[in-house]
């Protein structure tokens, strides 16, 4: 493991569909709740949600309407890039980008990777999806 500052990594994964490795990788950064990333103190964390809603709000933006395992709920801002970049490619058909981001993903093992903005009152946001397919 290679070290700059508090980043390393922790091993190579490789680029074919092989959730394995993925799915070990996720658990064994997995957080219990949004609350706990937040009082680590860390910038970025995964949960398993339970999610709720897909949507945009009033100004345009893709939302998440979740629960954490601590049965918290929560209403972020997806940056998630590949939501952004489907909601870009459908500007006047939401119902395909709702389709895969809440439809769809209900029917996969879905985690959230969390992040943070800086400050005394920082902004949480759902930065990433990871959706491997649901163990048998």
């Known amino acids: 493991?290679?070290?700059?500052?508090?980043?390393?990594?922790?091993?190579?994964?490789?680029n074919k569909v092989d959730w394995k490795p993925r799915r070990s990788l996720?658990?064994?950064?997995?957080?219990?709740?949004?609350?706990d990333i937040l009082s680590s103190g860390r910038s970025l964390g995964i949960v398993k949600p339970e999610i709720l809603d897909f949507y945009k709000d009033a100004n345009g933006r893709c939302r998440y309407k979740f629960k954490d395992a601590d049965r918290s709920q929560y209403d972020f801002v997806c940056r998630e890039w590949e939501a952004t970049a489907l909601d870009k490619r459908y500007p006047n058909n939401f119902l395909k980008v709702r389709q895969k981001f809440l439809d769809w993903m209900q029917k996969r093992?879905?985690?959230?990777?969390?992040?943070t903005t800086t400050g005394a009152d920082p902004t949480k946001m759902v930065v990433a999806v990871l959706y491997p397919p649901k163990l048998p």
């Not at 996720?26 to 609350?35: A, M, P």
């Not at 093992?109 to 992040?115: A, H, L, R």
């Open 26 to 35: 996720i658990l064994n950064f997995l957080d219990k709740s949004v609350r």
């Open 109 to 115: 093992d879905t985690y959230f990777v969390i992040g």
């Open 1 to 14: 493991v290679k070290y700059i500052g508090k980043i390393g990594s922790v091993g190579k994964v490789g």
